[in-house]
T-cell receptor, first 111, second 112 residues
Framework: DAGVTQSPTHLIKTRGQQVTLRCSPKSGHDTVSWYQQALGQGPQFIFQYYEEEERQRGNFPDRFSGHQFPNYSSELNVNALLLGDSALYLC??????????FGPGTRLLVL | KQEVTQIPAALSVPEGENLVLNCSFTDSAIYNLQWFRQDPGKGLTSLLLIQSSQREQTSGRLNASLDKSSGRSTLYIAASQPGDSATYLCAAFYNQGGKLIFGQGTELSVKP
């Protein structure tokens, strides 16, 4: 079992650009959640996808959007990047609405 | 507002010491509480999950307790080792299908 995988591992973008991050859930999991972790902070919930629909959303602007595919994998898109979007983006998957398993994260640097 | 707070923000101890990390949450209607470990630049590794109906969970040298009435959880690490050096995060889960609310973490350094 490969667990939760994320790609890419690192990414450098400039302000105003757009970025897409990808996540493949743990085998058997149907729910994917995304979190943003700024340096020195705890992760902050962005949104959660279940059955290809956004089920919950945290306090993030519409520049942050996502998608879930029929195979349960997911994408996080961020438009009009700001310097403050620089962070570690974590994906978590689950199938019992309780225990979430986290991937290694994607480190995004916005210059 | 549902918030999770961790104290202290950083902790340095000599190898072999027993230590306690603290986590507090504002809303006692918790569904479960989870403790994670994070190594620098890495993702999260789940250590222990305590259901709201439980008082504690144990795994090896780790013991986590949960007191819903006081809004507190503690992670006890026995006989600390340099390999325990990492950031420890607690996270509260409030409802089914919901999100995890994280504390800011405690950065632990165990000196040989």
């Amino acid at each position: 079992d490969a667990g939760v995988t994320q790609s890419p591992t690192h990414l450098i973008k400039t302000r105003g650009q757009q970025v897409t991050l990808r996540c493949s859930p743990k085998s058997g999991h149907d729910t994917v959640s995304w979190y943003q972790q700024a340096l020195g902070q705890g992760p902050q919930f962005i949104f959660q996808y279940y059955e290809e629909e956004e089920r919950q959303r945290g306090n993030f602007p519409d520049r942050f959007s996502g998608h879930q595919f029929p195979n349960y994998s997911s994408e996080l898109n961020v438009n009009a990047l700001l310097l403050g979007d620089s962070a570690l983006y974590l994906c978590a998957s689950s199938n019992d609405e309780e225990t979430q398993y986290f991937g290694p994260g994607t480190r995004l640097l916005v210059l | 507002k549902q918030e999770v707070t961790q104290i202290p923000a950083a902790l340095s101890v000599p190898e072999g010491e027993n230590l306690v990390l603290n986590c507090s949450f504002t809303d006692s209607a918790i569904y479960n509480l989870q403790w994670f470990r994070q190594d620098p630049g890495k993702g999260l590794t789940s250590l222990l999950l305590i259901q709201s109906s439980q008082r504690e969970q144990t795994s090896g040298r780790l013991n986590a307790s949960l007191d819903k009435s006081s809004g507190r959880s503690t992670l006890y690490i026995a006989a600390s080792q340099p390999g325990d050096s990492a950031t420890y995060l607690c996270a509260a889960f409030y409802n089914q299908g919901g999100k995890l609310i994280f504390g800011q973490g405690t950065e632990l350094s165990v000196k040989p």
